[in-house]
């Protein structure tokens, strides 16, 4: 977890993601109830670079990640195994029928390009395997001559 303090934009609501997949910079969205919660951990923990420190103030472990994942996975009952990639798909994390952040996105109106550069794809094919757009949100397309 190397996302540092100044990577959080509180007053735009934006993240800024530091050498993510591909190896590139973006930015994506933080959502006004996850700002409030951090607002309460900082708080509560005072961290010094890295929003979330492990020991001696150092980014935490990818080893250290996964376990916190998986132990709380085991509290809340979900018995499917569960890594932290599994929180880059999910909306609110991992459940049964978890919905999928991009379809959700894609769904509620979103353009296509934009949830491209949110998840940091450089082709939209991969990002149209991430989206599972169903046949309920197709038939809300409207055509542009039902506007006339």
Do not use: C, W
Not at 29 to 46: A, S, V
């Amino acid at each position: 977890m190397a996302l540092q303090i100044v990577d959080i934009n509180s007053e735009h609501l934006l993240i800024h993601v530091r050498n993510a997949i591909g190896r590139k910079d973006r930015n994506v969205m933080l959502p006004k109830n996850l700002l409030e919660t951090l607002r309460e951990y900082f708080k509560q923990y005072r961290p010094k670079t890295y929003l979330f420190e492990g020991q001696r103030k150092a980014q935490f472990s990818a080893i250290s990640v996964q376990n916190i994942v998986k132990q709380v996975a085991q509290k809340a009952g979900v018995t499917r195994p569960v890594t932290p990639h599994i929180l880059r798909h999910s909306r609110f994390g991992y459940a049964p029928r978890a919905i999928r952040f991009a379809t959700h996105l894609v769904e509620g109106g979103t353009d296509i390009r934009y949830v491209q550069e949110l998840l940091g794809h450089s082709s939209i094919r991969t990002t149209e395997i991430y989206t599972h757009i169903t046949d309920v949100a197709k038939t809300k397309i409207k055509s542009p001559l039902d506007t006339l």
